[in-house]
C-alpha cells in the first residue's frame, strides 16, 4: 500500500462477498484499526507462514493526545522498519543472536520483535506516552499466537531522561527506524542523538538507523 501508512508489502482484511450492510460496516471499522502482515512477502522466514497482525489504535480517552504531537506517526507502519527488519535478519555470524537489544521510538515494534524472534536475549521497546499501551498489546497478540515465552520488554522512554537502569544496561544493538523528520519532530534529533550515546558503549554497542529521506528532514544534521 502506498500513502499516509507509508510503502510497504502488507494487505489489509477486505469485506466478503454478500454480507450485509452491518457485517460490511463492522469489516470496514477493522480495516481502520488492523493491519495484518504477510511476513512472507518480506522473506523474513523466522515468522513462519502466518500474518502478524498489528493494532493501529488506541483508545478514546488517547485520541487528544495522540493527536496533540507527532505520536501518530507511531501507529504507522513505515517502509524504514521493513528495511531494518530484513537488515538484521541479513546480520553475518551469529547477528542479533543472544545479544541485548533496545529499540528507540519503536512505534508498532517490528524491529523489536524481530530481533527476539532471531534470537536476542533482552530486548526493550521503547516510546513516549501513550505509544507503550499499544505496543504492548501488539507484542502480546503476536508472541502469544506464536507461544514465544521470550519477547521484548515495553518501556515508557523520554530521550532526554533514559533512566539510570537502562543507562547502566550495556546494549549490543541500538535499533532506530524512521525517528528523524524535523517537519514533524522538530529538532528531537538532538535528543535522540545524546540518547543514542548514552546507551552506547565503546568497541561493544552498534546502532543500526534505518530512514526513509524526505526533503528537509533535518537527517544531515543529525548525522
Wanted: aromatic content about 8%; proline content about 4%; glycine content about 10%.
Amino acid at each position: 500500500g502506498v500513502g499516509a501508512r507509508g510503502e510497504g508489502a502488507y494487505s489489509l482484511e477486505v469485506p466478503a462477498e454478500g454480507e450485509d450492510a452491518a457485517a460490511l460496516e463492522a469489516r470496514e471499522a477493522a480495516r481502520a484499526r488492523v493491519l495484518r502482515l504477510d511476513m512472507r512477502s518480506l522473506d523474513l522466514s523466522l515468522w513462519g507462514a502466518f500474518d502478524l497482525t498489528l493494532e493501529l489504535t488506541f483508545g478514546e480517552d488517547a485520541i487528544q493526545p495522540l493527536f496533540s504531537g507527532g505520536c501518530w506517526a507511531g501507529t504507522v507502519l513505515w517502509p524504514a522498519s521493513l528495511w531494518l527488519c530484513e537488515h538484521l535478519r541479513d546480520l553475518p555470524g551469529q547477528g542479533v543472536q543472544g545479544a541485548t537489544v533496545i529499540e528507540l521510538g519503536a512505534g508498532l515494534g517490528l524491529p523489536a520483535m524481530t530481533a527476539s524472534l532471531l534470537g536476542a536475549t533482552t530486548v526493550y521497546a521503547t516510546e513516549q506516552d501513550p505509544l507503550p499501551a499499544l505496543l504492548e498489546r501488539n507484542i502480546a497478540a503476536n508472541f502469544d499466537k506464536l507461544a514465544r515465552d521470550a519477547r521484548p520488554t515495553v518501556t515508557t522512554f523520554d530521550w532526554e531522561e533514559p533512566g539510570a537502569e537502562l543507562e547502566s544496561t550495556v546494549f549490543d544493538f541500538i535499533l532506530v527506524s524512521d525517528c528523524v523528520y524535523q517537519e514533524l519532530y522538530g529538532d528531537s534529533w538532538r535528543a535522540l542523538a545524546r540518547c543514542i550515546r548514552s546507551l552506547s558503549r565503546p568497541g561493544v554497542t552498534r546502532t543500526f538507523n534505518s530512514i526513509e529521506r524526505r526533503k528537509q528532514d533535518g537527517v544531515d544534521d543529525f548525522l
